[in-house]
């Protein structure tokens, strides 16, 4: 290592140390990281999981800034295990630890003793796996889905096309059922990418003239499991090779799994090829976790939490105590939308009470989870909204992002691109590209109409499946937004 990199990477140490303060930097990063640069990355070296869960939910834009001052530009930040620093905290315990399989992230961990001879996982394993997957009335049927696919070596659900909010566990069932399959017939060649890699891979295939090899990759496999297949909307030439992919796969008896944040006749400029062959198989929708499946969810993350320590300067026995179940009810009971903020409470309170050497009470929680308690709004989602407004004005979704301009047609789009941009984060563009590949600007027009037929509640005529319709613009949205909500909370 030269001398220009070692000063680099120290006097962004210490810059991450002044923004973050010293009693910080001692606890989370003097000892417990690693860091290095490689061209544009900076990459953070972690023993595990719960550090760099912590670090990268509490100080990412304190390290950005900190590269920042001292190299010039805005670095992309990865985390990943650091074998040093595994050993170094394994040999600080002296007994046994969990060390995450590989990349940052929610895993199934193998356990090491003192002494074993610390080696890299397989680069095919996924960190997450259905034994660490909770089950509920929520997510059920999915789960059960996803059993038959590794159980049966010709599945009748082809493909499995798993469908739901932010943070409901999608994800973790396509890695789940790739890690599960893997380990009971471990010459079965499977694959698992998000459909932006499978995207990029294409148009990187078609660039260096490669595109038989991508896909031999691709089709010669027995499992294929693609996240996040939504991405690809409104990109017809990647549409027309997932379709080709897809029938290969199939003819062969082999098995397709999906996941995405919408049913796939809601998901727009989708080609009709492709969502016929996605219905033809196993739809199925996981909701929101209920109370006693988030119940379970707590209790599953602290314990696994607690288990993974780093070091006795932080896991002091006042935060390996169990959490106790009226925490644990107050956690479930307000936070309700997804897994990830459920298990950010948690972590959140395990280290706090680790830092301040106090037992987790409920009072603690009450105090310590204000913040995370303040946005308990449902999360909404584009396709509740496309749903809602689709079953109001008696017409599907596919129509809403059609180039239909009828008054009814008109009146959907219109109040779809209104509630989105109300309701969600998406900006103009991303609800554009959404709703049939439309421009930003014919979202804020949408916009700008509707919120002028609400301000003088204006009288709206539209032909539904039983007849004209007359209803006043401030009813229909409050029906609406009614309706939406409902959908997502229940």
């Known amino acids: 290592m030269n001398s220009t990199f070692t000063d680099e990477i120290s006097a962004i140490a210490e810059a991450i140390a002044e923004k973050v303060g010293p009693q910080k930097f001692q606890i989370w990063f003097k000892n417990s990281t690693k860091l290095s640069l490689a061209g544009e990355y900076l990459k953070v070296g972690v023993p595990n999981l719960f550090i760099a869960s912590w670090i990268e939910n509490h100080f990412l834009n304190e390290i950005s800034q900190a590269v920042q001052a001292v190299i010039g530009k805005v670095p992309k930040i990865t985390f990943t295990i650091d074998p040093e620093l595994v050993g170094s905290l394994m040999a600080a315990k002296n007994g046994q630890m969990k060390l995450p399989t590989q990349a940052v992230g929610k895993g199934h961990g193998q356990v090491l003793r003192a002494g074993d001879k610390l080696r ?8 997450l796996t259905l034994d660490t997957f909770v089950v509920g009335s929520s997510n059920e049927l999915a789960f059960n889905a996803a059993k038959v696919v590794v159980n049966e070596q010709q599945s009748p659900f082809n493909p499995l096309f798993i469908h739901g909010g932010y943070g409901v566990g999608k994800t973790h069932l396509l890695q789940g059922i790739c890690n599960a399959v893997a380990q009971k017939r471990p010459n079965v060649n499977w694959l698992y990418l998000s459909a932006e890699e499978f995207a990029n891979q294409f148009v990187l295939s078609l660039k260096t003239k490669k595109l038989e090899v991508f896909r031999r990759r691709m089709r010669e496999t ?31 008896g082999k098995q397709v799994v999906l996941a995405s944040d919408a049913h796939p006749k809601m998901i727009g400029q989708l080609s009709e090829k492709l969502v016929n062959r996605f219905v033809s198989g196993m739809v199925v ?24 320590a780093f070091g006795d300067k932080l896991w002091n026995a006042r935060a390996r105590e169990p959490i106790s179940e009226d925490v644990i009810r107050y956690i479930a009971e307000n936070l309700r939308t997804n897994v990830r903020e459920l298990e950010g409470a948690v972590l959140k309170l395990i280290a706090y009470s680790a830092l301040q050497n106090e037992k987790i009470t409920l009072s603690m929680a009450q105090t310590v989870l204000t913040e995370n308690l303040a946005r308990m709004d449902p999360i909404v989602h584009v396709s509740d909204i496309e749903a809602a407004v689709a079953s109001y004005f008696g017409i599907t979704p596919s129509t809403i992002h059609s180039a239909k301009k009828d008054r009814t047609a008109a009146l959907a789009r219109h109040f779809s691109m209104y509630l989105t941009r109300r309701h969600t984060k998406m900006s103009s563009s991303e609800i554009g590209r959404f709703m049939g590949n439309k421009n930003h600007a014919t979202v804020l027009l949408a916009c700008k109409k509707v919120e002028e037929l609400i301000k003088q509640d204006a009288e709206l005529h539209w032909q539904g499946p039983t007849g004209n ?16 909500y409902c959908s997502v909370s229940s």
């Open 120 to 127: 890299q996982s397989p680069a095919r394993r996924l960190k």
């Open 222 to 252: 027995d499992l294929l499991a693609i996240d996040d297949i939504h991405f690809l909307s409104s990109k017809p030439s990647t549409q027309e090779e997932f379709l080709h992919t897809f029938n290969s796969i199939s003819i062969a």
């Open 285 to 308: 929708k996981i909701d929101p976790p209920d109370f006693n499946t988030r119940c379970k969810i707590c209790r599953q993350y602290a314990a696994a939490t607690m288990g993974s």
């Open 469 to 484: 319709k007359v209803v006043k613009a401030r009813a229909i949205l409050s029906q609406l937004e009614a309706s939406i």
